[in-house]
Nanobody, 127 residues
Framework: QVQLVESGGGLVQAGGSLRLSCAAS????????MGWFRQAPGKEREFVAS????????YYADSVKGRFTISRDNAKNTVYLQMNSLKPEDTAVYYC????????????????????WGQGTQVTVSS
């Protein structure tokens, strides 16, 4: 069992930056495939970014590519999402997710492939 706790959300003006953190419990964090998803009001939850166990392979939704960066520190059991050049359309609840094992590239966008989820952190971008 893995528990995930997100932090770092808040209110920021358009063009600003935030860094989200997701702290994981458990001694096998380094073996987990990690992802960030978000859900805006009235919309379905959508994929944002993912990272493999080593940190060498990352993948981003087109909507955030070039603005967001996912990274991880396995020594600290933490995955990060650095968000720059934020836009009002980035406003959402951001969720951290983990999968206990590798994930095929074609499946990393699919939330049902992830085993554990955090409670979410609100990000609000004002115009």
């Amino acid at each position: 069992q893995v528990q995930l706790v997100e932090s770092g959300g808040g209110l920021v003006q358009a063009g600003g930056s935030l860094r989200l953190s997701c702290a994981a419990s458990g001694r096998t964090f380094s073996s987990y495939f990690m992802g960030w998803f978000r859900q805006a009001p009235g919309k379905e939850r959508e994929f944002v970014a993912s990272i493999d166990w080593s940190g060498d392979s990352t993948y981003y939704a087109d909507s955030v590519k070039g603005r967001f960066t996912i990274s991880r520190d396995n020594a600290k059991n933490t995955v990060y999402l650095q968000m720059n050049s934020l836009k009002p359309e980035d406003t959402a609840v951001y969720y951290c997710a983990a999968r206990g094992g590798p994930l095929h590239a074609s499946s990393r966008l699919r939330e049902e492939k992830y085993d554990f989820w955090g409670q979410g952190t609100q990000v609000t971008v004002s115009s």
